[in-house]
């Protein structure tokens, strides 16, 4: 077997335990990156990253509090996951 096949193998079983990893639920850590168009999105959540400009996340964080407010009011309405 010669170099290169080992630097395969090594390849190989890298991206294996990767892709084990990122299907444990609960591993994957929050990351951001701006889009195409200029957009920031949110990777992490869940199985789509959550995309908007950036004025609709300056008014969703200026609404923390509320928001806040709102799950603590509506705590036995809402699911977690």
């Known amino acids: 077997m010669d170099t290169h096949d080992n630097d395969l193998r090594a ?43 950036k004025e609709q996340w ?3 964080l200026d609404l923390t509090n509320e928001l806040h407010s709102f ?3 509506h705590e036995h309405e809402l699911k977690t996951k």
Request: hydrophobic share 40%; aromatic share 6%; charged share 35%.
């Open 11 to 53: 390849e190989i079983e890298k991206l294996k335990a990767e892709n084990e990893a990122l299907k444990k639920p609960g591993t994957r850590a929050l990351s951001m990156k701006v889009s195409e168009k200029g957009a920031l999105s949110v990777y992490g959540l869940g199985r789509f990253p959550v995309t908007l400009y």
């Open 58 to 60: 300056l008014k969703l």
């Open 71 to 73: 799950i603590k009011d």
